[in-house]
């Protein structure tokens, strides 16, 4: 059932933060069987199930050692496709390299930084909920997304991502 | 406010997280300062497409049917009160890092040792545990001793 339920979202979360869907997949069995140790310490009033389920994610990926080098690692697995189908085939290209041009510069980031952003901008949490879920204080998810955020942008723009 | 407080607020902003009275602030600067505005609508680009990207991504993302399979063996999904299974040795062998485990990097080799190596564990441990009993020996009797002279000298057994 707790399996079932949260594969995929312990599985993206992994993904956003190794970058690599084997080593994501791989991630998923650690990170469940962390789970089904730590199910009976869960306090449903301390924090959310959902919350409980990315903060133990997420200090697995933290843990982890990044087996390959990110800029080693295939496009075409790095990047599923963004199918938009009113775009011609060129604004699809430019949309997937953009895509792209995203899914590295979120690798570049160092994984603290990553970690917050796509707590906050994936998994939508609150900075409180984040701040508990990483044990830090709401001032350093503050100043970590305000890093992140600088740092994104200064690649993108780079890259002309923003236009 | 100043321009440099409401940079580093901005974000928090955004994403409404900041208090009513800062919020306050911010607005009432962002009326009057440009540049102010410019970053905002910058800060706000990216975020917007840095939340866009996590959704594309994550409309197209699975586990492989590989990993599903074998993670299926662990976590029975037909039962409702699924419990993990305990792990069988390959999964041990097949995720453990030897990095970690130095003595593991060199897989133990059956009968490749000679007749006087094979015991020699068998009387280092017996050789061991005899040792232990000595030496609880050498400690226990003086403090029994010293506690009889001790005893004796303050008028007898109590």
Redesign the interface.
């Known amino acids: 059932m707790l399996f079932q339920q949260y594969k995929d979202m312990v599985y993206k979360i992994a993904y956003f933060m190794l970058g690599d869907a084997e080593e994501a997949e791989d991630a998923l069995q650690e990170v469940f069987l962390r789970l089904y140790k730590a199910l009976p310490n869960f306090d449903s009033q301390k924090a959310a199930f959902t919350t409980w389920v990315s903060r133990i994610t997420m200090n697995y990926c933290l843990s982890q050692r990044r087996k390959r080098n990110f800029s080693a690692l295939s496009l075409e697995k790095a990047s599923p496709l963004l199918i938009d189908k009113n775009s011609s085939p060129q604004g699809q290209l430019e949309l997937e390299e953009e895509e792209r041009a995203i899914h590295q510069a979120l690798q570049r980031l160092d994984k603290k930084l990553r970690a917050v952003v796509i707590m906050r901008y994936y998994l939508e949490l609150p900075y409180a909920e984040i701040a508990q879920a990483l044990n830090i204080p709401v001032g350093t998810v503050k100043s970590r997304l305000n890093l992140a955020l600088k740092a994104l942008r200064r690649e993108l723009e780079t890259r002309g991502v923003l236009r | 406010m100043r321009c440099d407080k409401v940079k ?1 607020l901005l ?2 902003y955004l ?1 409404e ?1 900041v208090d009513s009275s800062d919020r306050a602030l911010i607005q009432a600067h962002l009326a009057e300062c440009e540049a102010c505005r410019q970053e905002l609508a ?2 706000s ?3 917007e ?3 866009q ?2 959704q ?3 409309s ?5 049917p ?3 399979s ?2 299926e063996v ?2 029975p ?1 037909n039962s ?1 009160n ?3 299974q305990p ?1 069988p040795l390959e999964y041990f062998w097949e ?1 453990v890092r030897i990095e970690e485990f130095p003595t593991l990097a060199v897989p133990p080799q059956p009968n490749t040792y000679r007749w006087d190596e094979k015991w020699y564990g068998f009387c280092d441990c017996i050789n061991r545990l005899y040792w232990e009993y000595w030496c609880q020996l050498v400690v226990t009797i003086p403090i029994i001793a010293q506690q009889d002279v001790a005893l004796s000298l303050v008028g007898g057994h109590w």
């Not at chain 2, 197209?60 to 492989?64: A, E, G, H, I």
């Open positions: 580093e974000l928090a994403d997280e910058i800060l680009r990216v975020r497409r840095i939340s990207h996590f594309v991504q994550a197209n993302l699975s586990p492989s590989q990993a599903w074998r993670l662990y976590y999904s409702p699924a419990t993990p792990a995720n």
